[in-house]
């Protein structure tokens, strides 16, 4: 038997840190959502007691060190399963982006498990079993669009945004979450946006509302310290994208686009700076 499952990218459309916590972590409140860049998983179960992965891209581990490992390898143990799995994984999501490809892989490993070996573990146990794996993994189990607190494992699941365009562009740098984090200090951000009112936007289907209120403050660090991101921002701003905001930790860029008119242009100005641009929609 098979199982297949899709493991798509987020973008976080309001991004603020509200304080540092004592256990080192940062308390967080964001609006995530869904797009139509995915990876795609599937599984097959072995006889002998172990986990192998593959892969077409070779620039991912392939080890315990890869997300979807640690999730096959969390749940064999959590549930005393004692058979093994095959993954193969078709990786499409860019890596250290900030669009969560490896939480995603890890929730669309947890999911596909749960189907594979009959475990009839529920979403919410699913989601806990994330939140040991990594702070977005939570959220990519259930997918949608949402406002995630805590370290981003606290979900309040909320409408869609309306359907529009996204531009992805990502510079041919890695960033890592962790040194952004690091490098961040919450009690000295001068200004958050405001998740309130990027709901009200959401809650009412006002595109222009959305625009107004996307709000990043770890861009307040990155593009500090990776010009490029700043730079392909500008560009994309130029270019005539409605909004633009980094996602993550960076350095990828979005920009949201509701005229289908602009979309090539826009598309065909950023490839002359960077050769991983993507064109897809909100997975609404």
Request: aromatic share 6%.
């Amino acid at each position: 038997m098979k199982v297949y499952e899709k493991a798509p990218a987020k973008i976080n459309l309001s991004l603020d840190v509200l304080r540092k916590r004592e256990d080192g972590f940062h308390e967080v409140e964001m609006i995530m959502t869904m797009v139509d860049l995915a990876d795609r998983l599937e599984m097959e179960e072995l006889p002998r007691d172990t986990i192998i992965i593959s892969s077409q891209a070779g620039y991912i581990p392939l080890d315990e060190k890869n997300l979807a490992f640690q999730a096959a390898k969390l749940i064999k143990d959590r549930y005393d399963v004692r058979k093994g799995v095959y993954i193969h994984l078709d990786k499409k999501i860019p890596v250290a982006a900030g669009l969560a490809g490896g939480s995603s892989d890890a929730a669309a490993t947890l999911r596909g498990l749960n189907r594979l070996w009959g475990l009839g573990i529920s979403e919410d146990e699913l989601c806990t079993l994330g939140a040991e794996l990594g702070s977005d993994v939570p959220f990519c189990v259930t997918g949608g669009t949402a406002i995630a607190r805590g370290r981003g494992e606290k979900l309040e699941r909320i409408n869609n945004p309306p359907q529009c365009w996204v531009i992805l562009a990502k510079p041919p740098i890695n960033v890592s979450t962790a040194d952004v984090y690091g490098k961040l200090r919450a009690s000295e951000l001068k200004q958050h946006p405001s998740t309130a009112a990027m709901l009200s936007a959401i809650s009412s289907g006002s595109f222009p509302g959305i625009i107004s209120n996307l709000g990043n403050v770890l861009e307040t660090v990155t593009l500090q310290y990776y010009p490029e991101v700043l730079q392909l921002k500008q560009i994309m701003q130029r270019l005539g994208a409605d909004g633009v905001l980094m996602s993550g930790s960076g350095p990828t860029v979005f920009g949201l686009v509701s005229k289908e008119a602009k979309v090539s242009r826009i598309y065909n100005g950023l490839r002359g700076f960077c050769k991983e641009v993507y064109v897809v929609r909100m997975l609404t």
